[in-house]
């Protein structure tokens, strides 16, 4: 709480450890651009001089700090001023830095003007091959780190050269196995006003060019961005890679363990008895974050209708998919645990079976731990004379990291109008009408807390999987039949198991029976996946070996008079 009221009192304008109106930081660029720009520009300050402060802000207590402004039509001939009134993350002003020696660092995230079909231009960081990483987006320009000297009492000028420019990131290549496919999208061109592309990864099974009469069931494996398909190797792991440290799991040599696991994969793909599929890993990233939740939204456009009836029929059309509802299955964990249970219920005659690990909140009465429909504020719990924060991630003894409020903040400093390409802000960007300035429609207020009953009605209705499902299982229920499948940890670093609860007690009753599963892992973070046998660290790195063969056996029990199951087993 004392450090809540310390960060208000000097967003309010109270320094604390004194103040001068020549305090600031001027941002320069080292070459004059051919046209103005528009973006969000960052000042990052370190103590930590083992990495550039760029890559050391994160939302929690162990960041780094950082500033941020809202920048148009930056010529470059003036500088950009930071002064003691600059908005940053965690400590909220400049003047409230404590004095001593800070590495120095700023980078301009460049954004996009695009002319969308509603009506609306807006400006956005327009993905660049990096999946939405602002940090390293190709293009984006930065400054190199060095050492100041800083005393909010004293007179302090800095000047800063943006003197970098991050490189383009080379599209992986095509090998035996995996083949990477890239469409521009109708649908999505005509709503951005603009080409728009969609693509994906795919691992064509064992014996593909030795069986050209085959046609194949398709997995879509949905999740973040990612610069090629995860979790295949086809040599062992190498013996000269240097092991380092996984903290999130307290390993050593966590990438040799990754590579070890994908070698094994490609044994088993590879091995007489695994099933022969294609395997395929979306790629959607779009101007607001790294995918883009594989449904329809008012403000990232018609996602869902150009990956359902675009880009999977030109896979299959390509690489000789089956081509129907009843051989294709979902599965992912986390975002794309939402996507999977998300595309299964809103396209419920596409897709056969869904497979979802620790998704998203699938139910916003448990928004993580916030009730939007209900509760009025997001950040606290309040009483009549108490409030409490309300908790943003925890370990699995209930530690807490970063509380939501921090999370959020965090998020405002990277980016206004849900710009930041973070977690909350996508959610938002999908899930929200768009407001009258054209960008999404605040679910609560990023500085206050305070929740906007109407925004989560809008919610409610379109998103709120667990709603959804509730509201129209007279017509839903018997196309989900024996298709949902949800795992999560009863101890997920996010509450996300709050919601599968939500959706246990409804789909537990409902009438007709879902015919699927919900199980928990005891103690287990995020991202358990339904295996009891391994620790996370393992089994995140084996949704294609764990869910390919489940999805096999919905195929044999569910498969229509005639459907082809010979000509793939091989």
Known sequence: MGFMLFCWWALAGGPAFGQTEKTYFEIRLSEIPEQALDGRLLLMLSVDGSAEPRFQIADNY??????????????????????????????????????????????????????????????????????????????????????????PAADNFHTVVLDQVIRPIEPPADTKYIKHIRIESKLLSEFWGRPMHLGAHVLLPEGFDEHPEARYPLAIFHGHFTHDLTGFRTEPPDPDLEPDYSERFKLHGYNRIQQQEAYDFYKLWTGPDFPRMLVIEIQHANPFYDDSYAVNSANLGPYGDAITYELIPEIERQFRGIGEGWARCLYGGSTGGWEALAAQVLYPDEYNACFAACPDPIDFRQYTVVN???????????????????????????????????????????????????????????????????????????????????????????????????????????????????????????????????????????????????????????????????????????????????????????????????????
């Open 62 to 151: 162990r960041t780094q700090q950082i500033f941020g402004m809202d920048v148009e039509d930056w010529n470059g001939g003036e500088p950009q001023m930071f002064d003691r009134q600059a908005f940053g993350f965690p400590v909220t002003s400049l003047s409230s830095i404590p004095p001593g020696k800070y590495f120095v660092q700023a980078l301009f995230h460049e954004y996009e003007t695009f002319h969308r079909a509603d009506g609306h231009v807006v400006k956005l960081p327009m993905d660049r091959g990096e999946g939405q990483v602002w940090n390293r987006a190709p293009g984006n320009r930065y400054s190199t780190p060095v050492e100041i000297d800083y005393d």
């Open 372 to 570: 939007i429909y209900e509760d009025e504020n997001a950040y606290r719990r309040i009483g009549p004379f108490g409030s409490v924060a309300r908790p943003g991630r925890r370990n699995y003894l209930g530690h807490l990291d970063a509380t939501l409020e921090m999370m959020n903040r965090y998020e405002l400093v990277l980016g206004t109008k849900s710009r930041s390409g973070q977690q909350w802000d996508i959610w938002q960007a999908v899930y929200s009408p768009v407001g009258d300035d054209g960008y999404p429609k605040p679910i609560w207020d990023k500085l206050t807390g305070k929740i906007d009953h109407q925004v989560a009605e809008y919610w409610r209705e379109n998103y709120d999987l667990v709603h959804i499902m509730q509201r129209d299982w007279a017509t839903l229920g018997p196309k989900l039949q024996g298709k949902i499948h949800i795992y999560c940890g009863d101890m997920d670093n996010y509450y996300l198991n709050n919601a599968v609860y939500l959706a246990e007690e409804f789909l537990s009753t409902a009438d007709p029976p879902y015919g699927g599963e919900i199980t928990y892992g005891d103690r287990a973070e995020h991202c358990w996946n339904g295996d009891p046998t391994q620790p996370n660290s393992i089994s995140r790195l084996r949704y294609h070996r764990m869910f390919v063969p489940r999805f096999r056996e919905r195929i044999m029990q569910s498969a229509p008079p005639g459907a082809d199951l010979e000509s793939w087993q091989y």
